[in-house]
């Protein structure tokens, strides 16, 4: 039977969702409310499916996204989400299909970059998506015996409840992450329909999010939100305190925060699987060791439009470079923080595929470390000089998935 790629009416979001929650190996009524959330957050123009008569076999759809970039400012990213194909359909070319839907869908609406989150990091390469961010994983077991935070100034601590966070954490989290370079701008229906959902499918089997923030005066300066799993071994406490998020404006809220989770009794292993890999935690406790973590990555980007972004960010140097990207030469001129960016017909002073500059895009990684693996190419001086340009005081970090 023939396959038909086209986006979807209203009555098919049942059957998208369908196929999309059991390719992943979820039982869509898990989700509860993930249709109703799907039309709130997501156009139908942007919800593609691969149909073969009646039946759904793949799915893409698209999140109109802001990303907050080096310096302050941000960017259109068309965020790609929902991308399956069923077991029964592969090796057909439908993954292809639906990326070229994607990016043909981003360029028509001007999005200068796409981003992602991949499931699998050997998919999206070929593409033109390269990772952008990175995020450490900790696990901390007995997080009791840790000192935290030894002579720090620490801030107040207040306990709140879902209202109450509901009013509050946006505000901190916008403040806290305007120039954190890959992290979402979010709405208020994102906020409502993503980020206070409790089910089954959030839940996974833990408590409900709990919320305390942190406090100096009046001024609110952080928040965590974590989930709670309790179990007793021989007796003995042996819970587990999960962070979901961990949101702060500066180094003394982020310690106040963090001596808090090490600290709640009957929970001695504290683990937050996406936290910024410049996270000064582990040069914030008594003994590092301790402090369990590994490096995984996290934001994926493809830059369809190389001006607009390279424009778009802001720089800590000043300078002139020529990058050779994607059979096109372009020229940044850096100066005063700002960035212009134009083709060019002069001799580039840098060469690189298109996934690679995603991946110096927001300084998660420099580029004579990408030059040590053979995949930027340059003199030594041009190198040290995009190293520079960009660079950014804070590490890229995306702080949820997509």
């Not at 009791?144 to 100034?153: C, Q, S, T």
């Not at 799993?229 to 500066?250: M, V, Y």
């Not at 106040?256 to 914030?284: E, G, M, Q, R």
């Amino acid at each position: 039977m023939a396959l038909e790629i086209r986006t979807i009416t209203d009555d098919e979001v049942t059957a998208y969702r369908e196929t999309l929650m059991q390719t992943f190996g979820v039982d869509a009524d898990a989700d509860e409310g993930g249709v109703d959330r799907h039309r709130k957050l997501v156009d139908l123009s942007q919800s593609w499916a691969a149909f073969e008569g009646n039946q759904i076999v793949a799915t893409a759809a698209t999140f109109n996204h802001q990303m907050s970039l080096p310096l302050g400012g941000s960017l259109p990213m068309a965020g790609l989400t929902m991308v399956t194909v069923r077991p029964s359909h592969r090796r057909k070319g439908l993954l292809r299909q639906l990326m070229t839907r994607h990016l043909d869908d981003a360029r028509a609406r001007n999005f200068p970059v796409s981003g992602l989150w991949a499931s699998e990091s050997k998919i999206y390469g070929r593409f033109g998506y390269g990772i952008a961010a990175f995020a450490d994983a900790y696990e901390i077991p007995n997080a009791h015996a840790l000192e935290v935070g030894p002579g720090r100034d620490l801030d107040d601590l207040e306990w709140i409840d879902e209202g109450r966070a509901r009013e509050v954490l946006p505000a901190i989290y916008a403040r806290a992450t305007d120039a954190r370079p890959g992290a979402l701008r979010r709405s208020p229906a994102w906020w409502r329909e993503r980020r206070f959902i409790e089910n089954a499918w959030s839940r996974k089997g833990a408590s409900r999010r709990r919320y305390v923030l942190a406090k100096r005066g009046r001024d609110l300066v952080g928040y965590i939100a974590y989930r709670q799993r309790d179990k007793f071994t021989g007796g003995l406490p042996d819970g587990r305190l999960e962070i979901n998020e961990l949101i702060s404006i500066d180094a003394r809220a982020a310690v106040t925060l963090w001596k808090f989770a090490c600290s709640v009794d009957l929970f001695p292993t504290v683990t937050w699987w996406n936290a910024p890999p410049d996270d000064a935690l582990p040069w914030n406790v008594d003994d590092l060791r301790r402090v369990k973590r590994s490096k995984e990555d996290t934001l994926w980007l493809c830059i369809e439009d190389v001006p607009a972004a390279l424009a778009a960010r802001g720089y800590t140097t000043d300078g002139t470079l020529r990058i050779a990207v994607g059979g096109w030469t372009y020229e940044l001129v850096a100066e005063g923080g700002k960035g212009t960016c134009e083709p060019t017909s002069k001799a580039p002073d840098i060469s690189c595929t298109k996934q690679t500059l995603a991946t110096l895009y927001l300084g998660a990684v420099t580029a004579t470390n990408l030059a040590q693996a053979g995949i930027v190419r340059g003199e030594a001086k041009s190198l040290a000089l995009a190293d520079a340009l960009f660079s950014s005081p804070l590490a890229a970090w995306c702080p949820e998935i997509f």
